[in-house]
C-alpha cells in the first residue's frame, strides 16, 4: 500500500520526535523509559489507523521494553559493571527505540522519493500556471479549496502543461495534488 502524503508526515512527525528522546538519554533524565514506551504507542496507534502491518513490529519492541521493566535482560545487551535494574531498561530502550526508528523509516523510504519529486514537479507547475495566468483566473474570491480545484482542473486541461500534470498525478494521485499545489503556491509569494 502506497502511503498518501497526510499518513507519510504523521510518521515522520514521529521521527522528528527521536532526537528528543535520545537527548533524554543522554541526560540520563529518569523518565527516558516512560517516554520510549509512549512513543512507541503513538506509533503503533499511527500505524494501526493507516492499516500498515509494520503496527506488530511496533508492538514488539513495546513488548521486549515491558520486559525489560520486569527484570528480563535481552541476551543482545552487554552492560559495563554490575547490569541494574536501570541499566537494563534504558539501555533496553535504547535498542527498542533504534529498532523502532529502523521500522519507521522503512514505512516511508519508497515514499520518501516520490513525495520530494511531486514537490519539485508541483513547483514548477505552478511557476508556469502563475506565468500563463491561471492562477490569476481562478482567483476570483472563491474559497481556497475551490481556488485549488479550479487551479488543478486548468491545468490538467492545459496543453502545455497537461503531461507533466498527468506524471505527478502518476506520482501521488489527485487527490494529494492539491496539497502539494497549496505547499507550492505558497513558495510562489
Known amino acids: 500500500m502506497a502511503l498518501n502524503v497526510i ?6 512527525s514521529l521521527l522528528r520526535q527521536v532526537p528528543a528522546l ?29 492499516r500498515l502491518p509494520a503496527v506488530s513490529q511496533l508492538a514488539s519492541c513495546r513488548a521486549t521494553l515491558i520486559e525489560a521493566a520486569r527484570g528480563v535482560q535481552s541476551r543482545e545487551l552487554v552492560f559495563v559493571g554490575r547490569p541494574t535494574t536501570r ?13 523502532a526508528n529502523d521500522v519507521l523509516q522503512g514505512v516511508i523510504a519508497d515514499r520518501q522519493a516520490v513525495f520530494q519529486e511531486a514537490e519539485r514537479v508541483s513547483g514548477q507547475i505552478v511557476v508556469i500556471a502563475e506565468a500563463k495566468g491561471i492562477i490569476a483566473g481562478c482567483q476570483d474570491g472563491r474559497p481556497h479549496q475551490a481556488f485549488l480545484a479550479c487551479l488543478q482542473e486548468h491545468v490538467a486541461a492545459d496543453s502545455d502543461l497537461a503531461t507533466v500534470y498527468a506524471h505527478l498525478v502518476s506520482l501521488v494521485g489527485r487527490t494529494d495534488i492539491l496539497i502539494f499545489f497549496d505547499r507550492a503556491l505558497s513558495k510562489l509569494e
Do not use: C, H, P
Open 7 to 12: 499518513q507519510y508526515e504523521e510518521i515522520v
Open 87 to 99: 541499566k537494563i531498561q534504558e539501555a533496553t530502550a535504547s535498542m527498542v527505540l533504534e529498532r
Open 22 to 50: 535520545v537527548d533524554a538519554l543522554e541526560a540520563r533524565r529518569s523518565g527516558f523509559v516512560v517516554d520510549v514506551i509512549a512513543w512507541l504507542k503513538q506509533a503503533e496507534t499511527a500505524m494501526e489507523n493507516n
